[in-house]
């Protein structure tokens, strides 16, 4: 069975900093890549950050570029965003999504989110 965790959100004041974990269990980690995305009720799905299965490659969505760090440790199966100078904007409801394809066919795997806030 497979299950994905995130941790790691809450109540943090404009430039602070929070780091998210996820956690995965019952599948081969190391085989998958993985995304951080975020999105509130009725808003579209924004992509944070992704990274390759083994942590070679990193791309960053425009809006967090220069401020959060994705990272991974496939000896532990989690996966880590550390955003710095957040900013209001940065409130959302954040998801880490596995995905690995064989072709044809294609795993993926998502978590029930972890709300980050940030206000004065």
């Known amino acids: 069975q497979v299950q994905v965790v995130e941790s790691g959100g809450g109540l943090v004041q404009p430039g602070g900093s929070l780091r998210l974990s996820c956690a995965a269990s019952?599948?081969?980690?190391?085989?998958?890549?993985a995304t951080w995305f975020r999105q509130a009720p009725g808003k579209e799905r924004e992509v944070v950050a992704e990274?390759?299965?083994?942590?070679?490659?990193?791309n960053y969505g425009d809006s967090v570029k220069g401020r959060f760090t994705i990272s991974r440790d496939n000896d532990k199966n989690t996966m880590y965003l550390q955003m710095n100078s957040l900013q209001h904007e940065d409130t959302d409801v954040y998801y880490c999504?596995?995905?690995?394809?064989?072709?044809?066919?294609?795993?993926?795997?998502w978590g029930g989110g972890s709300p980050v806030t940030v206000a004065s």
């Open positions: 019952g599948l081969i980690f190391n085989v998958y890549a």
């Open positions: 999504d596995l995905r690995h394809s064989v072709l044809p066919n294609t795993y993926e795997y």
């Open positions: 990274i390759t299965s083994d942590g070679g490659w990193t």
